[in-house]
């Protein structure tokens, strides 16, 4: 691809210039992976942690090696059931925004009709909120229409804020696809819901699929709306909160060492595959 | 063929009608509530009542002016700080990555995978007073002895830095993994030394990227108040810790009210003025 006039103007730069190329190039690399090694930093202490065994009540100074933090995973009252909720919750929140995401980012991509921007607006608009306006606001709601506060008006959060998410997730794919596959179905006399169920949804499984688990691991790590319409019940995130004022206990680092290595084989093997896609293709 | 033609223009709509029902109800409306709860007065014990009480807006604004201008301060600071050391980082990835691009990624949004409090309260753990961080600055004179880095608004900056870096580095990468190479081999073929190139060829087409880096990192670091709560003390608490404190301890929801619109209103105000002026028109998608 380089052109003729690159051969003849490297000899030029001579080998000082070459030198400082190499240097350069290397302070980057280096660079990157004192990058790394610091955002990897709080991981490895979380993980660490998770196997102290803390003398007081909170788990700050390293003092011996235990097992038993896993082993005990589920001693402190109240994690366990606070864990529970959270999957319980993330469990329908993104299986419900994931199907509400996709049928919008399909009418967005799709079909041109009237108040397409005005939807697209509304749509990027909870993303570019910030998570307390949209926990006070949705409070003030619930108050003002006297809802109790618990598992429905958290799970109505959940849903209202993986929306978003999940069609922007979905219509990214959506735009990337040729719409002639979808034409082709039509002329072949399918019609709209055959074309759909044969073609178009195979064709967005992996973007559905990636919204779902996306909806799923915010959902899971959701702290500052949930706290606002949580009432008394007790997500994961609300019972860390609860706990980092009198005591961290080590099984939170547990827990949170567990949810980081589901989430990562999950991912890894996301990276996998699609490396095997596009060796192949 | 009218029906047909009919049917077809109903069916964007269905589409649209569930989820769109959804934010309508629960994020536009509430809005509205979050406006008409600000206009009211009283107190806990007899209850609160929509009296055009305008007063909260200025109250709040008298009250927690400094509260407000820290949020902004902290949130500028931090994503300033995530754009300078991250756009190194996502060059480098973009560029240099080859076959690793993938991995690498997964490292830089690798913090997301721990629950943000957790990673959180792990910065309280490197920051402490007795740990490595506090010990290393104290031999190179950059903390007296005796002093500490928890509980100051660094800690905070740092933190908010931290929790929201990937937000920066993922736009940025995105927008110069898409610049065409053969743009700045051109550059360089017309004699740009690779210095020149990058601030004339790469940088300009990376911008998008790093608008969006700066709104999706400067948005949520406003209204953040974790980092303050667990890193900071009361003398860096940001707006978030009030309206917090405002609604779920004190229960004085017409103050809190106030307060979370006028953050909502400043930041929108600032993302309009930004977009205008960097000319993005793009960022509705």
């Given at each position: 691809m380089t052109s003729v006039a690159v051969e003849v103007e490297r000899p030029r730069r001579g080998a000082f210039a070459g030198a400082w190329v190499f240097v350069r190039r290397h302070v980057l690399t280096v660079y990157s992976l004192l990058f790394f090694a610091y955002l990897l930093l709080p991981i490895g202490v979380v993980v660490a942690f998770s196997f102290n065994h803390p003398?007081?009540?909170?788990?700050f100074t390293w003092e011996r090696f235990t097992l038993s933090n896993w082993t005990h995973w589920n001693a402190i009252p109240g994690i366990q059931s606070a864990l529970e909720l959270s999957l319980e919750i993330a469990l329908i929140a993104s299986l419900a925004a994931t199907a509400l995401g996709t049928l919008v980012a399909l009418a967005l991509v799709r079909y041109g009709f009237r108040g397409r921007g005005t939807t697209n607006f509304i749509v990027f608009l909870p993303l570019s909120t910030p998570e307390i306006v949209l926990g006070a606001s949705l409070l003030t709601l619930f108050l003002n229409v006297s809802t109790p506060l618990g598992f429905w008006t958290i799970l109505i959060a959940h849903v209202m804020f993986c929306v978003s998410f999940a069609v922007v997730t979905v219509k990214a794919r959506l735009i990337g696809f040729d719409r002639y596959l979808e034409e082709a179905a039509m002329d072949l006399g399918a019609n709209e819901w055959t074309t759909f169920r044969k073609v178009t949804l195979p064709l967005i499984a992996p973007a559905i699929l990636a919204a779902l688990l996306l909806c799923f691991a915010i959902s899971v790590d959701d702290f500052v709306v949930t706290y606002f319409v949580a009432g008394s019940r007790v997500t994961f995130p609300i019972f860390v909160w609860g706990a980092a004022r009198v005591a961290t206990p080590p099984q939170i680092n547990v827990i949170g060492t567990a949810i980081f290595g589901i989430a990562v084989t999950l991912m890894l093997g996301n990276v996998f595959l699609q490396n095997r896609r596009t060796k192949r293709a | 063929m009218g029906f047909l033609h009919q049917r077809r223009g109903l069916t964007p709509y269905l589409l649209l009608a569930p989820g769109m029902l959804w934010l309508a109800v629960f994020f536009l409306v509430p809005l509205g509530f979050l406006i008409y709860q600000s206009l009211q007065s009283g107190s806990i014990d007899f209850g609160y009542a929509f009296t055009w009480a305008w007063g909260n807006y200025w109250d709040a604004i008298k009250g927690y002016r400094g509260e407000f201008e820290r949020s902004f301060e902290y949130a500028g600071l931090a994503t300033l700080i995530a754009l300078v050391v991250s756009y190194p980082v996502a060059y480098w990835i973009a560029?240099?990555?080859?076959?690793w691009k993938n991995l690498l990624l997964l490292f830089i949004v690798a913090p997301f995978f721990v629950t943000y409090l957790i990673r959180t309260l792990a910065w309280e753990t490197i920051l402490s007073d007795r740990g490595l961080v506090v010990r290393l600055l104290t031999d190179i004179h950059l903390?007296?002895?005796?002093?500490?880095?928890?509980?100051t608004g660094t800690a905070v900056v740092a933190g908010i830095t931290y929790n929201f870096l990937p937000f920066m580095a993922l736009p940025v990468y995105v927008s110069l993994e898409q610049i065409d190479q053969t743009l700045i081999e051109a550059a360089e073929d017309l004699y740009a030394s690779k210095w020149l190139a990058f601030l004339r060829v790469t940088l300009p087409l990376s911008l998008p990227g790093v608008v969006a880096g700066t709104l999706l990192t400067f948005i949520p670091a406003a209204g953040d108040f974790i980092n303050a709560q667990l890193l900071g003390s009361p003398t860096s608490h940001m707006i978030g810790n009030v309206i917090n404190s405002k609604f779920n301890e004190l229960i004085d929801y017409p103050a809190a009210a106030a307060m979370s619109f006028i953050l909502m209103a400043i930041i929108l105000a600032m993302v309009l003025v930004y977009a205008r002026a960097v000319g993005t028109e793009k960022l509705t998608g």
């Open positions: 003398k007081g009540r909170f788990n | 560029f240099r990555g080859g076959r903390v007296s002895p005796g002093g500490r880095v928890l509980a």
